[in-house]
């Protein structure tokens, strides 16, 4: 049966805190958004010692509007396409005075209030970035950093990646042919409908961003055309006057029956082939989810005309594969992003078209010590997924933690990876995804059947790495 998500009162504030054991894995973290205080958090609260380093100077991600470090895409309108309740960190709640779908500045406060209630503020370096995370001949990880103070770089046991995954803009590989003589701009780079204001724009995708952005572009552009090339289902934010995702199922409930929520979104949504979308080749559930309440408002107003895919670009218009042109100074492409690590060798870790299999989407087998925090696409918000992930690597360097066999270790991850790729339709854009709840029960029985697997381990040690490798306190390397 299904259940429904409440959102309760606060917790109860941290005031004391936790001694870091020296005798544990020193850890670094790269970036202080979402997953990235998650992260922290969980090992603040393991006893585990860590550095975290932010490019920018502040934190929260890509829910900083005009984040200085550059690789944020929030822009003024944006809020939150999953509700509260469902996106809060476990242990914190959104404060009960929030809407249901907060802002993007109320979720950067809810984010700021999060680092203070637990009290790990002053293990976040500001303003340093990490620019080269390699493996020494002994198994421990150089971190190379870049900040106020040159270049440094330390020896770390762990590293927990926490960069994001919505920073490098995608653009259509290859290019349509033809020239623009307008203004071209990614998504990633749009800030407010001041951008938009008396131009005739057209906006290419069919994602929650390519909705808001045409929206809003119906009430200052001139003309807006959306280009979509593969149709999609557009759920309102709403079902049965609650939000539509505080109605879930239980985690153990196979896909198909946890898909049953999105499948109810989108047939009482209502359809978009009358608007002049085409029709989703794939049902409910098979795409991450696209949210919209306006829309079809705007669509069926005029002011959204809706096209196809793309054939070519015509100087001052853009020309679609229906043969129809139109006048446009101002491409949107709201395109999706590339998975990349501008600090790891390609040779070590790549992502080809987005795709990294890891093992519960956080651990290879092949890299030990290396852990990836908030790398996947919920059906649903990464942020406890973030936390899930961070207190699991906590617990695999308190020692809390064994995995399984090697062989079936990687036999699972495989199985895993399969079972998501049939889930979703094949693109870069769901080579991430994963159920929400599914996710997160099955998170949970892994770290308990690992938790037993410590207890019967004759001696418990911690280290990731070999136990003749380096120190565990973060030493500095001088060339």
Not at 141 to 164: F, H, I
Not at 460 to 471: M, N, Q, Y
């Amino acid at each position: 049966m299904p259940y429904l998500v409440k959102q309760s009162d606060r917790s109860a504030a941290v005031t004391k805190s936790i001694p870091t054991d020296d005798s544990l894995p020193r850890a670094c973290i790269i970036g202080a958004g979402s997953s990235g205080i998650a992260a922290a958090k969980a090992l603040s609260l393991a006893g585990v010692p860590f550095d975290c380093f932010e490019a920018g100077g502040a934190i929260g991600g890509n829910w900083v509007f005009d984040n200085p470090n550059g690789r944020s895409a929030c822009y003024d309108t944006l809020e939150i396409n999953t509700s509260c309740a469902r996106m809060a960190f476990s242990d914190f709640p959104m404060p009960a005075s929030y809407p249901a779908y907060a802002r993007h500045d109320q979720v950067h406060a809810y984010f700021e209030q999060y680092v203070d209630h637990f009290g790990f503020r002053s293990d976040i370096t500001l303003h340093t970035s990490v620019t080269d995370v390699a493996r020494s001949d002994d198994g421990a990880w150089l971190v190379q950093t870049n900040g106020p103070d040159g270049e440094r770089t330390r020896s770390y046991d762990a590293v927990l990646v926490a960069n994001g995954h919505h920073w490098d803009p995608r653009l259509p590989d290859p290019a349509y042919p033809g020239a623009f003589d307008g203004e071209q701009l990614h998504a990633h780079d749009y800030r407010s409908g001041d951008q938009l204001e008396g131009r005739n724009i057209v906006v290419v995708g069919a994602g929650n961003s390519a909705m808001d952005i045409a929206v809003e572009g119906s009430h200052r552009a001139r003309s807006v055309n959306l280009s979509i090339r593969r149709g999609q289902w557009v759920m309102k934010k709403w079902l049965l006057g609650r939000p539509a995702d505080q109605i879930a199922f239980p985690g153990w409930l196979p896909w198909w029956a946890t898909s049953l929520r999105l499948r109810i979104g989108a047939l009482t949504s209502g359809g978009l082939a009358r608007y002049g979308l085409p029709e989703p080749s794939h049902r409910p559930g098979q795409s991450h989810p696209v949210q919209s309440d306006r829309i079809r408002q705007r669509i069926a107003a005029g002011r959204v005309i809706v096209r196809p895919g793309i054939e070519r670009l015509d100087g001052d218009g853009v020309v679609f594969t229906d043969g129809s042109r139109v006048a446009a100074d101002l491409i949107v492409w709201a395109t999706g992003y590339n998975v990349t690590f501008p600090f790891l060798d390609p040779a070590l870790v790549a992502a080809e078209e987005n795709e990294l299999p890891l093992f519960k989407r956080t651990l290879h087998p092949d890299l030990p010590g290396l852990y990836f925090i908030g790398l996947l696409q919920p059906v649903g918000a990464v942020m406890p997924l973030a936390e899930a992930q961070s207190a699991w690597v906590a617990e695999i360097l308190a020692g809390r933690y064994v995995a399984p066999a090697d062989a079936e270790l990687r036999s699972r991850m495989e199985r895993d990876h399969r079972r998501n790729k049939r889930q979703f339709y094949r693109s870069p854009r769901h080579t991430m995804e994963v159920d929400f709840d599914h996710f997160l029960w099955d998170l949970a029985r892994e770290r308990k059947r690992g938790r037993g697997r410590a207890e019967r381990r004759p001696v418990a040690t911690p280290s990731p790495v070999p136990s003749d490798g380096p120190s565990r306190q973060a030493t500095e390397v001088r060339a």
